[in-house]
């Protein structure tokens, strides 16, 4: 099955640095979403990314799609405790739309 | 409405129960969701309904039987279950195969 990697798995940060997280595909992907699940809560939906190369921005949230739309990063500018959560990107794949497969996520601390 | 609710929030069943889980939601979406999230782990997919038929089943054990009365509705049968199987259990819905999802805050089980 699809594999869509996440790194890191854990990032510790003061508030006020900048955080990034990276997903990676063996496969082309047909879009990537990113998600945040607060501890003790749900999945959120933060984005989605469609086209080759696509960089979206979210206040201080910059989501990327890479040319060959294997990967995709997220960068937060600036970190504030509220960014505490786990980010995740998912995926369908190209040939069955409906299987949204998460990748293992990055769980961010930010020490205030 | 843009909620996908889930019932109950917690459960707690015997090895011997049988109970089930309630999704609902009203957004019109055709394609709907099982995931199971155990703790610090990412949510794995279970089943995927689309258009109010089963389309996937991640090889899914038979304790766990999923039905899709209409395309409001989606329950999650459990019988016989084994402690392992506690988890956050979380519904999802999209209006299409491939967008935006939704999530309910998900049913927390606990099999003793």
């Known amino acids: 099955g699809q594999q869509v990697m996440q790194i890191p798995q854990y990032q510790h940060v003061q508030e006020g640095e900048d955080f990034t997280t990276y997903c990676n595909s063996s496969?082309?992907?047909?879009?990537i979403q990113w998600y945040k699940q607060r501890p003790g809560g749900h999945p959120v939906f933060l984005i989605q990314?469609?086209?080759?190369?696509e960089v979206k921005k979210q206040k201080r949230l910059t989501f990327q799609f890479g040319e060959a739309k294997k990967n995709s990063s997220l960068h937060i500018t600036a970190t504030q405790t509220t960014d505490v959560g786990t980010y995740f990107c998912t995926s369908h794949l190209r040939a069955s739309g409906s299987r949204l497969t998460f990748g293992e996520g990055t769980q961010l601390t930010v020490n205030p | 409405d843009t909620e996908v609710t889930q019932t109950p929030k917690h459960l707690v069943m015997g090895m011997t129960n049988k109970k089930s889980l309630k999704c609902e939601q009203h957004?019109?979406?055709?394609?709907m969701y099982w995931y199971k999230q155990k703790a610090k782990k990412p949510p794995e997919l279970m089943f995927v309904y689309s258009y109010e038929k089963l389309s996937i089943n991640e090889s899914v054990p038979s304790r766990f039987s999923p039905e899709c009365p209409n395309s409001s509705l989606l329950n999650l049968h459990l019988h016989a279950l084994q402690p392992e199987d506690s988890a956050l259990y979380l519904c999802a819905s999209t209006r299409a195969g491939n967008t935006e999802a939704f999530f309910g805050q998900g049913t927390r089980l606990t099999v003793v």
């Open positions: 957004m019109g979406h055709r394609a």
């Open positions: 990314l469609v086209k080759s190369g």
């Open positions: 496969t082309t992907l047909s879009n």
